[in-house]
């Protein structure tokens, strides 16, 4: 009984700490996102948070793993106890944002959790040699970027517009400068 009442006290000041992240973005969300412990607790804003878009890779993977996905890995839903349920919703939504590809890597984004994560590829790695599947299954080809930065380039230039006169650029092209507000300026002359 105590265990849960800390347990629910925590989740008061967690989710208090979770409306100052709100306004934060950038490298100052990451290490907010990265100091707070859901482990035991659920945290009324970290899905709203974590569902924003400039959310990146590596700062998902940790928080991640700072919700202990490893105890309920092997546990099928139902199985999962009550109180913890919540922050077994929580890893799975990160998990399927993660694979999804909804969360992009920073070019120069550094994996804070680089041991955990080598450490979760690999049990996951052994269990599919084994023949067996847990629960969160991280999907190697979208954490790529995150291990080789060569692996994904910048997407090449628009192509320039061709020269070739048509009779819809011969209609348009006159159009296509009165565009902005010096084109009212023009039209006054």
Not at 34 to 44: F, G, K, L, R, V
Not at 90 to 111: A, Q
Request: charged share 30%; glycine share 8%; net charge positive.
């Amino acid at each position: 009984m105590t265990r849960l009442l800390s347990a629910h006290a925590r989740s008061d000041e967690t989710s208090s700490d979770i409306g100052r992240l709100e306004p934060l973005s950038g490298d100052g969300l990451a290490a907010a996102l990265n100091a707070i412990d859901w482990s035991e607790s659920p945290c009324d804003g970290l899905g709203r948070i974590m569902a924003r878009r400039d959310v990146d890779l590596a700062t998902a993977l940790c928080v991640f793993f700072r919700g202990a996905p490893e105890r309920f890995n092997y546990l099928p839903k139902p199985h999962v106890p009550d109180g913890y349920r919540p922050v077994a919703r929580h890893l799975d939504n990160i998990c399927l944002r993660i694979n999804s590809g909804f969360y992009l890597p920073l070019p120069d984004g550094r994996l804070g959790c680089r041991d955990t994560l080598d450490r979760w590829l690999d049990y996951q790695r052994a269990d599919r040699q084994e023949g067996r599947c847990g629960r969160w299954v991280l999907d190697e080809a979208v954490l790529m970027p995150l291990f080789d930065s060569a692996w994904y380039r910048a997407p090449p230039p628009h192509p320039p517009e061709p020269d070739e006169q048509s009779l819809w650029r011969a209609v348009l092209g006159p159009l296509r400068g009165l565009r902005g507000p010096r084109a009212f300026m023009r039209l006054r002359k």
